[in-house]
Structures are given as structure tokens and as C-alpha cells.
């Protein structure tokens, strides 16, 4: 991705945030000189801030997502089992945009419909090696009620709903009908080690630096920080 795309889609995807009273933190902001010049070690370290990703494919619009870390915990934390355990992120998924099937190691997950269009999320249970059971119903709690599909069926989150995912649980979404506005709040999360994909894709986008960034992704804070 050229930045000056990715500055746009940050661009795009602040004011679509807002649009439904969803205000940002403060370090949302910080320019990169900030960044590099203020106390942000924990922002660096948890990779919290923005995150543009088109699964190093090259075609956002149809492979990608937008998501922006707010708050996260420590991985030590989540060893020992006491501490800040959670995980907080705000995401877009744009119209018939793909973030493609994977799965977590680690990682159980509220994902929230706050808005806009119908959430569409496909589901499979996992075999007992790990990979894929195209085969076994998949079971999960949608807000506090257990919901039973086939492998491959696809739930339908209109805004307010939301479905739990817990470690191992494959699933891909996208938005049907309109963008949607999405919130997660997870245990700790870790997008360096944490994500298995069905497609032999990376997680994070191959950056042509055309312009300056506006703002710096977590992928650019080991590079630029």
C-alpha cells in the first residue's frame, strides 16, 4: 500500500468513527515526531494506535480491514493470570470487504456490531489437529444465548449484537449492506503471533512510502520509533 492511501483510509476512517459519537483518545493523534519525542514506550510495546491492513495482497478494498488498538494488556500479565488481562479495539469493515478466515491461538473475543451495516461472519469449528472442520456444527454465544450452525454458516449481526469467539474458533467477516463499526474487547492481544490464517497471507501490509505518515501504524513503530 502507498502511504498516501493509508493516510486517506485513516482519514476516511476517523471521521466514519465519529460519525456514530465514538471519540478517540488523545494519543489517536500524536504526529510521528510526537511519538518519537514523548513517554510512549506502553503504546509501542502493547501496539496500540492504528492499524491499516490489506494482508499484504495489495487490494484493500476487497482484502483489508481497519482497526485501532485502544487499550491492551501485557502478555506476562496474561501468564500469570492477574493483572491487565483485556484488550480494546474499535474496527471498520467496509462493504463486502474481506478480513479472511483465521483463527487464534490465544485469544477469546467479544466481536460487536456498533453500528451501520449487517456484520456477516463465517464460521468453523476446529478438527482436533487445529485446522479446519468442514464438517462439526460450530457453537457460539451471540449476546448471552447459544447459537448452533453448520460449518461454513454465517452469522448476521445487525448493530447492537455481538458474538463471542473463543481460542481456536475460525471465522472470517465482512460488512453486508454498508460499512460497519466494530468493536472487540478480547483478552490480551498479540497480532505478531496469535493469528493463524487459512490463506498463506502476512498480517500486516507492505508499506510504499510516497509521502509522509500522518499518523504511524503499529506496524511502524519498530521502523520509525
Do not use: C
Not at 493516510?7 to 488523545?26: K, T
Not at 487445529?130 to 454465544?141: K, L, N, T
Request: glycine share 10%; aromatic share 8%.
Amino acid at each position: 500500500m502507498n502511504r498516501s492511501q493509508i493516510n486517506e483510509i485513516l482519514r476516511q476512517g476517523d471521521a466514519f468513527i465519529r460519525s456514530f459519537g465514538y471519540v478517540m483518545p488523545p494519543f489517536a493523534y500524536l504526529s510521528p515526531d510526537e511519538m518519537k519525542s514523548g513517554d510512549n514506550e506502553m503504546l509501542k510495546s502493547r501496539r496500540m494506535g492504528w492499524d491499516i491492513t490489506d494482508y499484504g495482497q495489495g487490494k484493500f478494498d476487497e482484502l483489508g480491514l481497519f482497526l485501532f488498538t485502544v487499550r491492551n494488556g501485557d502478555e506476562a500479565d496474561l501468564k500469570s493470570g492477574r493483572g491487565m488481562l483485556y484488550a480494546e479495539k474499535i474496527m471498520i469493515s467496509r462493504r463486502d470487504q474481506l478480513s479472511p478466515m483465521h483463527k487464534h491461538f490465544l485469544k477469546a473475543e467479544d466481536i460487536i456490531n456498533r453500528g451501520g451495516g449487517t456484520l456477516v461472519i463465517e464460521l468453523f469449528a476446529p478438527a482436533p489437529d487445529g485446522s479446519i472442520d468442514r464438517e462439526a456444527d460450530v457453537v457460539v454465544p451471540v449476546d448471552g444465548q447459544m447459537r448452533r450452525l453448520k460449518a461454513g454458516g454465517k452469522l448476521m449481526l445487525k448493530p447492537g449484537e455481538s458474538v463471542t469467539l473463543l481460542p481456536g474458533v475460525w471465522h472470517a467477516f465482512w460488512g453486508e449492506g454498508g460499512d460497519v463499526l466494530i468493536g472487540e474487547v478480547s483478552t490480551v492481544n498479540d497480532d505478531l503471533n496469535d493469528n493463524e490464517f487459512e490463506m498463506p497471507i502476512g498480517r500486516f501490509s507492505t508499506i510504499t512510502e510516497d509521502v509522509d505518515p500522518v499518523h504511524l501504524l503499529v506496524s511502524d513503530y519498530d521502523r520509525w520509533l
